[in-house]
Each structure stands twice: as C-alpha cells, then as structure tokens.
C-alpha cells in the first residue's frame, strides 16, 4: 500500500513567531523544522504500510527557500521518499492554493491509495486542508481519526468526538486526517538519520506540477489578511486558598469553562 503524507515544515515553534508588517503574515526566514502534528502522520503511514505488508511512504511538503530539514526529519522516521514544491510565486499562498499545490504533488507522486495529514497545523491552525486535498483530488475525507484501520480496499476510522468516537469508513483512495496522540511518533535512530541524507527528494516548481503563477502566491490567493493585533496579555490567574471547601470552587470553575 502506498501512503503519501502530507508534512508542513515550519518556524521553530520555540522561538517567537514574527509576523512581517507589510504582507501581516508568518515571517519563514531561515531554517524550518518538522509542524510536530505531523509526526503522528508519519508515524501513522509507517505503521500501515508494515501491517499492510509491504508499500511506499511519501512525504509531500510545500515550503519556502527549498527547505529540506522537516522532511530530513521524516525521512529519518523511515518514510522512503519526498516531493518537495519551493518556488517564488508560492509567496502569499492561501489554504486553498496550497491545497491545489499539494493534490497536484500528490497526482505526481502517482499509484498513492491514502493520503494522511494532520487536523491542523501548528502555525496556521485553519483546518481547511485536508477536506481541500481531498475534494481537489476527488476522494472521500476521513476526519479526526483517532484510530485507522485499512483492510479490503477501505479505510475505517474511529472519528473523535466530544462524547466519544464514531466509527466510519470510505474506499480507497481517500484523505484522512489523524489527532495528536494517534500513535506514539518514533525516535530516529542513528542509522536512519544517516540513510536520510540519501533519499530522494523530488524538489519542483510551480510549473513542473501543471499549475500556473497567478493560480498560486498572492495572485491567486482569495484569502486577505486585512488586520493584525497583538494578543492581549495573559491574566493573572485565580489563586484558591483551600479551607475545606476549595474543591468546590475548582469544580465550579471547571464547569464554566465547559470542561466537565
Ligand atoms: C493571505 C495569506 C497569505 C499567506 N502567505 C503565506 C506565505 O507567504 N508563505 C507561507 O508559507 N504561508 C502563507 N500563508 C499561510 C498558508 O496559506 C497556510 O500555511 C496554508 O494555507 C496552510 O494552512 P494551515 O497551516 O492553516 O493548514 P491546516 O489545514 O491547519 O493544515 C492541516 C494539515 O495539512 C497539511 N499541510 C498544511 N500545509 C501544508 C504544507 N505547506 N505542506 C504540506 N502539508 C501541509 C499538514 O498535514 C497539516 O497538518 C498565507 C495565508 C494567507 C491567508
């Protein structure tokens, strides 16, 4: 079975993000690192292409300045191969842009029977790509899997809700989107860190994929970021004294927000 995941590559979320004045989005300068949701996503498809017996593990990435060290990361995991789309006319990619760029990339890897992503990303939460990918592509999308499971030409998921989990399946080909906590993501071993540095990475253009520049980057985008804040400072929390009634308090306080 050959599964293509999808891995965003992004700023190093231990440094503060900046956000550039003039376009109000993320600065990407300098070396990205592996969005850590898609670790579970890796770690998802090395785990069905073993129980499946056999098959490729695909990283498909959309990132600036050609960057590399996310997917040398995953390839360390022991995903086999990587296509990569770098290019100028990326710059001001919407959700949906990006969405077109990486069904395209997913078209080009060619014979994929899943695509796994994460729900969200860790820089841009939106949430949106993977039903995208999924709809460019013409598959069914599976969401919030917080188990999968392949067999017979489908893919069946148990779907997280807030009671519990729904059970549903789809055939294959399809798009499914896994939570953090899926599976437990493996360290990379030495040895795999260094077979990395030799897997292949199919870097392409815009062009290469069949897209055009003004259907991508800012031209294309639908999206505008009209305003940006600064979020407000954190407040100082509530400070419970405990005279034998504090548990009280904090159940009250839990229910509030909705939690119990
Ligand atoms: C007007 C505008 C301009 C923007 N300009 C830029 C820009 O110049 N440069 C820039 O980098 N971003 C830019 N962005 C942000 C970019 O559009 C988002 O990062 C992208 O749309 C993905 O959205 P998300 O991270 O919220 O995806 P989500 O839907 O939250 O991601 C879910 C999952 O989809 C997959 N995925 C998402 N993005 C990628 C990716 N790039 N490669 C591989 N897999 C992926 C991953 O599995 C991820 O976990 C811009 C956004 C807007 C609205």
């Known amino acids: 079975m050959n599964i293509a995941v999808c891995v965003k590559q992004i700023p190093d979320p231990a440094t503060p993000g900046e956000l550039d004045a003039e ?17 579970y996503g890796v770690e998802m498809a090395l785990q069905l292409a073993d129980a499946a017996g056999g098959g490729e593990v695909t990283l498909v990435s959309m990132a600036p300045n050609n960057e590399v060290s996310g997917l040398r990361t995953a390839l360390a995991m022991g995903a086999a ?3 990569l789309v770098s290019d100028e006319a990326l710059v001001g990619s919407d959700s949906l842009s990006t969405a077109k760029v990486l069904a395209k990339a ?5 014979g994929i029977d899943l695509v796994l992503t994460a ?14 990918v999924a709809e460019l592509l013409g598959w ?33 080909p399809a798009v499914v989107s896994v939570t953090a906590g899926v599976v437990e993501p493996r360290y990379p071993s030495f040895k795999g860190i260094m077979a990395a ?4 990475v199919d870097e392409v253009k815009v062009a290469d994929l069949g897209l055009t520049a003004d259907q991508v980057g800012w031209a294309g985008a639908r999206q505008k970021i009209t305003n940006i804040e600064a979020a407000p400072a954190r407040e100082a929390g509530e400070k419970v004294e405990d005279d034998g009634t504090a548990h009280e308090r904090v159940v009250e306080f839990l229910e509030q927000l909705k939690v119990i």
């Open 140 to 172: 069914p999308s599976l969401t919030f899997a917080k188990h999968v499971e392949i067999a017979d030409g489908k893919a069946k998921i148990q779907r997280q809700t807030e009671a519990g989990y729904d059970v549903v399946e789809a055939s294959l």
């Open 106 to 110: 997913i078209e080009r890897v060619g």
């Open 23 to 39: 376009s109000k989005t993320l600065k990407r300068e300098g070396k990205l690192i592996l969005d850590e949701s898609d670790s």
């Open 197 to 200: 540095k030799n897997k292949p």
């Open 81 to 83: 191969k990587a296509i």
């Open 119 to 132: 729900t969200e990303s860790t820089d841009g939460y939106s949430g949106t790509i993977p039903g995208q």
